[in-house]
Nanobody, 125 residues
Framework: QVQLTESGGGSVQPGGSLRLSCTVSGRTLNRDLVGWFRQAPGKERESVAAISWSGKNTWYENSVRGRFTVSRDNAKNTAYLDMFILKPEDTAVYYC??????????????????WGRGTQVTVTV
């Protein structure tokens, strides 16, 4: 059974930072695209970042580009989302998702196969 587990969420002040982890069990990440999403209360889920299976290609949504960094360690079957200069509007539940991808693509994608249950990130004074 494939399971994705996000961790690292919490409450921080504006300007702070957090590192989210997405650990995958029951499946190897070696050829998977990994995406990070978030959903704020009353809003639709949005894609914020993605990383190709090799880690060489990344993509960021405009509002987080320059502040968030996505990475992965295939040997640990884990992906990461480092978030810096956090803003109150970053408050949301953050999810990771994976899907097999034949090419080394990173970008918008809406047909992920597996999803985690999310971790809460709250940015408040």
């Amino acid at each position: 059974q494939v399971q994705l587990t996000e961790s690292g969420g919490g409450s921080v002040q504006p300007g702070g930072s957090l590192r989210l982890s997405c650990t995958v069990s029951g499946r190897t990440l070696n050829r998977d695209l990994v995406g990070w999403f978030r959903q704020a209360p009353g809003k639709e889920r949005e894609s914020v970042a993605a990383i190709s299976w090799s880690g060489k290609n990344t993509w960021y949504e405009n509002s987080v580009r320059g502040r968030f960094t996505v990475s992965r360690d295939n040997a640990k079957n884990t992906a990461y989302l480092d978030m810096f200069i956090l803003k109150p509007e970053d408050t949301a539940v953050y999810y990771c998702a994976t899907a097999y991808f034949a090419s080394d693509y990173a970008g918008p994608f809406d047909e992920y196969d597996y999803w985690g249950r999310g971790t809460q990130v709250t940015v408040t004074v």
